[in-house]
């Protein structure tokens, strides 16, 4: 059989230790031998990522604005002890908040459903797809500590260097201690909310916003109204004639209306709380292995990946010689989002067919029982046995099933 052809390269964005393994797994087992892939490659490894000063990151997501459409492997966001690790030559920021900030975009994250993983949470009968805001809060946050005797000031200035506020933050009389400040722009929230409202018409799913306006009465009540404008100005009546919903509510209150809910809403969560919450929610779903991500850009750009990390623990084992059984379904779908999606700005239907056929694939085998360790304890379905498999065993399971279909 020909392989499929792509006029456009998509911006394969290579990462860190297990997931970076399984990476090549998936282009020799499941892509190259149908794709003609065409990629412009961008290693953003850490040792890369170290050796370039972190250029490399901001190159990768430039070239993802150019060609549209991107897909990235789990990096490595060091702490102290990657640094040591690693012998950096200093704690480079997250590569993620890199990309999101030069994107500007949205981040939405839905569960894989595969028949027999039960959500932990029973109630639960259809996604809960959560949109993060990708711009600002504590990733771009400065931080510093403080000394006994200290005086924090949030500080702001004019244009000409006059000093327009200058507001205590904390006299550390008593003794030394922390400090951070964070910010957001008006226009990024702007960007958030349309996409929000852009992304629930599509899917026609009622659209969740909660941020904590009732104790941060000037940043997360900003939030709030820049959200209510655009509704009101924009988009009531397209969501009236769709027939959904768009509700502001505390955090607080949308964690305990999410759990209490049976799914089926869109979850708008300011930056950090996406962070969280999408975590939460991809685990009660059944795994953050079965979470699909992709950063939307207001223009249109769009960057697949897997939400999640590098899987430390099992490329240690790797390492050693030993086998593991780690989940790759979620990097996966990075690649088939990202193909999807090129295919589809391509008008290449072939494209868009082979990574509908790869998805299909690859919840197919987790259906008839074969999957990765962590999926086991949560299997059940009648008459169906998990069978647990190592690593590469799994992407081969599912190229069995890949070249039937094909």
């Not at 009389?173 to 960007?191: F, R, T, Y």
């Amino acid at each position: 059989m020909a392989k499929i052809g792509m006029t456009t390269p998509i911006v394969e964005m290579d990462g860190d230790e297990m997931t970076r393994i399984l990476w090549q797994w998936i282009k020799e087992d499941l892509l190259l031998p149908y794709i003609d892939l065409k990629t412009e490659y961008y290693d953003l490894g850490l040792p890369n990522r170290d050796a370039t000063d972190d250029g490399v990151t901001a190159e990768a997501a430039n070239a993802n604005k150019k060609y549209g459409v991107g897909v990235k492997c789990a990096t490595i966001t060091p702490n102290a002890q990657r640094v040591e690790e690693y012998g950096l030559k200093q704690m480079w920021k997250s590569p993620n908040g890199t990309i999101r900030r030069i994107l500007d975009g949205t981040v939405f994250r839905a569960p894989i459903l595969a028949k027999g993983i039960t959500p932990y949470i029973p109630g639960w009968k259809q996604p809960i797809v959560l949109a993060r805001h990708a711009y600002g809060d504590v990733y771009s946050g400065v931080e510093t500590r403080t000394d006994a005797g200290d005086k924090a000031y949030l500080l702001v200035e004019d244009g000409q260097g006059n000093v327009k506020k200058k507001l205590l933050v904390q006299d550390f009389a008593k003794g030394g201690g922390i400090v951070q400040s964070v910010h957001n722009l008006d226009k990024s929230i702007q960007s958030f909310a349309r996409s929000c409202f852009n992304y629930a018409l599509d899917v026609k799913m009622p659209l969740w916003f909660a941020t904590k306006d009732t104790i941060s009465k000037t940043y997360d009540h900003r939030f709030k109204d820049i959200f209510a404008e655009i509704y009101a100005a924009e988009y009531k009546d397209r969501f009236e004639k769709a027939g959904i919903e768009y509700m502001y509510t505390l955090i607080d209150d949308a964690v305990a209306r999410v759990v209490r809910s049976e799914g089926g809403i869109l979850w708008a969560c300011k930056n950090y709380d996406g962070d969280v919450m999408s975590d939460m929610v991809a685990t009660a779903y059944g795994s953050l292995g079965l979470m699909t991500s992709v950063l939307v850009s207001p223009d249109g750009k769009y960057e697949f990946e897997a939400a999640h990390g590098t899987v430390t623990r099992h490329y240690y084992k790797y390492r050693n010689g030993e086998e593991t059984s780690t989940n790759s379904v979620a990097t996966i779908f990075a690649w088939t989002g990202a193909l999807a999606k090129r295919g589809e700005l391509d008008g290449n239907a072939a494209l868009v067919d082979f990574a509908k056929k790869l998805e299909r694939a690859t919840v197919r085998t987790i259906e008839e029982g074969e999957m990765t360790g962590d999926l086991v304890s949560l299997f059940r379905s009648e008459g169906v046995a998990a069978k647990k498999l190592e690593s590469r065993a799994f992407l081969r399971a599912v190229a069995r099933r890949l070249e039937e279909t094909m």
